[in-house]
C-alpha cells in the first residue's frame, strides 16, 4: 500500500465505503471495522507499531503532541480530503500504539435521516432554556442526535450557537444560526473554563459535548437557570440511570438544594440504543425520553426517582415515553423484529404482553 499515510487513508476510504462506524487499529494486526454493530477483520497486511506510529505523527496536531508524549493517549479531530472527517482515538497499550477512528459523515442528519420521531424532538428544541441531556452506551448515537437537533434549529430559529467539542464533529455552516465552535485542546483548554467564558459570549444555545464533572454540571445549571439552552451528552444505559448519575457529581449535604436546582433546569432527558433495522441493513435507535413537565420535576424534586419509569410508561401528551414503548412502535412499524425488540427490552415480558394487546396501567390491567 505503499507509505503509512496511504495505507491508513486507504483504509479509511474502505471504511467509509463499506459504511464502518469505527476503524480498530492495533500494532501488529489487520484492522478491523465495526459495521451494523459488528466487528470485521480487513484482509491486509499487519499494520505495524512504526506504521501507526509515523500516521499519528503526521497527522496529530502539534498543540497535542505534548500531551501524547506525557500521557500516551490523545483525542483529536482528522478530515481526510474527499472524504470527511474522523474523531481519533490513539492510545498505548502494553507499550505499543493502538488507534480508533470514529468515522463521522460530512452531511449533519436530520430526523428523518436518523430515524428518529421529528414532533417529541422539534418541541425540545423550541425550550427557551435548561438543560436536554441525551444519553447511551458508547456508540449509540449520540452525537449524532445533538446534531439532527442543532441541524433543525439552524433551519427554523434564529440563535448563537456555542459548541465546546472534544473533538469537534459536525462542521455546521451559518443558515438561520450563527455557529461557533471550539475544540477543547485547541480552541479551549477544558469544558469547564470554555463553558464559562461562553456565558460571556452572547449565547443562545450551548453545547457541551459531554458531561465530565461537578464544576462543568454547575456551571451548566447556572446557564440553564439564566435564560440559556444547553445540550450535553452523559454515559449511562437510561434516563433513571441518567439522574442518578447527576447526583452523583454532588456530596449529601448538598442533595436536597440540588434536587430543586435540577428539577428546575431538566427540560428533557433523552436515552438511546442502536437496534438492526428489518430492511436495508443498517440500525434503528429506540429512544427512551423523560419530558421535563410539572409531573417529572415534582418525582425528581422530591427525590422519588423509582416513579420515573412509571412516568414514561404512561407518557400521554407530554412527550415522555419508555423504551418498551419505543420497542412497541418499532415492531408494529415493522421497522424492527420482534426478536431483536425483547433482546434489547429492559422488561421483555411486560413488552410481550403489550405485543399481545395487554397493558398495566395504575389501575390495573388494560386488554
Request: glycine letters at 8%; aromatic letters at 6%.
Amino acid at each position: 500500500m505503499g507509505s503509512s499515510n496511504q495505507t491508513f487513508n486507504e483504509l479509511l476510504a474502505l471504511a467509509a465505503e463499506n459504511g464502518a462506524s469505527d476503524v480498530h487499529v492495533k500494532s501488529g494486526k489487520p484492522a478491523i471495522l465495526r459495521i451494523e454493530g459488528r466487528l470485521q477483520e480487513v484482509e491486509m497486511d499487519k499494520i505495524t507499531e512504526d506504521q501507526a506510529l509515523d500516521f499519528l505523527e503526521s497527522v496529530l496536531p502539534e498543540t497535542f503532541k505534548a500531551h501524547w508524549d506525557e500521557e500516551g493517549q490523545v483525542d483529536f479531530g482528522h478530515t481526510v480530503p474527499g472524504m470527511g472527517r474522523f474523531r481519533v482515538a490513539a492510545f498505548r497499550q502494553r507499550g505499543t500504539v493502538s488507534i480508533v477512528f470514529r468515522y463521522v459523515k460530512n452531511e449533519i442528519p436530520t430526523f428523518a435521516d436518523l430515524n428518529l420521531e421529528a414532533p417529541v424532538l422539534t418541541k425540545i428544541c423550541k425550550a427557551r432554556d435548561g438543560i436536554v441531556i441525551v444519553c447511551g452506551a458508547t456508540g449509540s448515537g449520540k452525537s449524532s442526535t445533538l446534531a439532527s437537533m442543532l441541524n433543525w434549529m439552524n433551519s427554523h430559529i434564529e440563535k448563537h450557537v456555542i459548541t465546546l467539542e472534544d473533538p469537534m464533529e459536525y462542521n455546521f455552516q451559518d443558515e438561520k444560526c450563527v455557529f461557533n465552535q471550539r475544540e477543547i485542546g485547541v480552541d479551549a483548554v477544558s469544558y469547564s473554563l470554555g463553558l464559562k467564558s461562553a456565558l460571556r459570549q452572547d449565547p443562545d444555545v450551548i453545547l457541551i459535548g459531554e458531561m465530565r464533572d461537578k464544576n462543568t454540571f454547575e456551571t451548566a445549571l447556572a446557564a440553564a437557570e439564566t435564560g440559556h439552552v444547553v445540550l450535553t451528552t452523559l454515559h449511562s444505559i437510561n434516563v433513571h440511570q441518567a439522574v442518578i448519575r447527576l447526583f452523583e457529581f454532588f456530596p449529601p449535604d448538598q442533595q436536597e438544594q440540588m434536587r430543586r436546582q435540577i428539577a428546575g433546569a431538566i427540560r428533557a432527558i433523552i436515552c438511546q440504543r442502536l437496534i438492526p433495522a428489518m430492511e436495508g441493513g443498517g440500525r434503528v435507535p429506540a429512544v427512551e425520553i423523560l419530558i421535563g413537565d410539572s409531573v417529572s420535576r415534582n418525582v425528581i424534586q422530591e427525590g422519588q426517582f423509582e416513579k420515573l419509569n412509571s412516568i414514561m410508561d404512561g407518557g400521554g401528551e407530554s412527550g415522555s415515553r419508555s423504551f418498551n414503548k419505543d420497542l412497541f412502535r418499532l415492531i408494529k412499524a415493522g421497522k424492527i423484529s420482534k426478536a431483536d425488540g425483547l433482546l434489547h427490552s429492559p422488561n421483555p415480558k411486560a413488552l410481550e404482553m403489550n405485543l399481545k394487546g395487554i397493558f398495566q396501567s395504575e389501575g390495573g390491567i388494560i386488554g
